[in-house]
């Protein structure tokens, strides 16, 4: 079955400084996605960046970007010039190609210091 | 334009009751999901719609749990004779169709508390 990974479970970053949060998964398929997405305070979660596992090159989204190494199933975030409306849940997420489930993972506390 | 909504926002139920909880999902999306997040946890997925149909309900935690969807919109979820260990958000996601690289947008949640 697979599996999704934070083992950071509390991060804190100076305003405006950059700031990686890490993930791993664990599958045996080749074809899947990947997601990080965002939870504040107000328990609304947001898509904040998404990845195909087929592509190599990493996406970024503005001040958002991700390091997917296929072969060590590894998928960080990186958040760029870190703001104050940056604190939040961030989990990651596996989808299957054949599967519908999404497997989310504990998620990483995220604190922003002004 | 309006997005995923869900009620109540908050639930206070006594231990054995039965519970409701709605999933307003945005208009035309064909696709609709139910998830459990308990304090401290990441998100338990529990059932998936495409339309009316549920091709896999597996991850509901008991019989106790079940949940339809009527005329390709709203969703229900319902517990059964609750529990202490069903206290937990439960968020509604919905998405334009099934495909995996789709986006899902979820609503506010509804916060369970069984007493």
């Known amino acids: 079955a697979q599996t999704v990974t934070q083992s950071q479970p509390e991060m804190s970053v100076q305003e405006a400084e950059t700031v990686t949060l890490s993930c791993t998964y664990d599958?045996?398929?080749?074809?899947?996605?990947l997601f990080w997405y965002k939870q504040p305070p107000s328990r609304q979660m947001i898509l904040v960046i998404r990845q195909e596992a087929y592509k190599q090159q990493n996406a970024t989204e503005n001040r958002f970007s991700v390091n997917f190494q296929k072969a060590a199933k590894s998928f960080s975030l990186k958040i760029s010039d870190s703001q104050l409306g940056d604190a939040a849940m961030y989990f990651c997420?596996?989808?299957?190609?054949?599967?519908?489930?999404?497997?989310f993972g504990k998620g990483t506390r995220l604190h922003i210091l002004p | 334009g309006a997005g995923v909504s869900q009620s109540p926002s908050n639930k206070v139920t006594e231990k054995g009751k039965d519970v409701e909880l709605r999933c307003d999902p945005i208009?035309?999306?064909?696709?609709l999901y139910w998830y459990r997040q308990s304090l401290g946890q990441g998100l338990e997925f529990l059932i998936y719609?495409?339309?009316?149909?549920?091709?896999?309900k597996s991850g509901l935690p008991s019989d106790r749990f079940s949940a339809e969807r009527t005329g390709g919109s709203v969703s229900t979820l319902t517990i059964q004779r609750t529990q202490q260990e069903d206290s937990a958000v439960y968020l509604c996601?919905?998405?334009?169709?099934?495909?995996?690289?789709?986006?899902?947008?979820f609503g506010p949640g509804t916060r369970l508390t069984v007493l």
């Open positions: 208009s035309g999306h064909t696709a």
């Open positions: 996601a919905s998405s334009p169709t099934y495909y995996s690289y789709n986006e899902q947008f």
């Open positions: 599958t045996s398929e080749s074809d899947y996605y």
């Open positions: 719609f495409q339309g009316n149909s549920a091709p896999d």
């Open positions: 997420a596996y989808r299957s190609e054949r599967d519908d489930k999404i497997i």
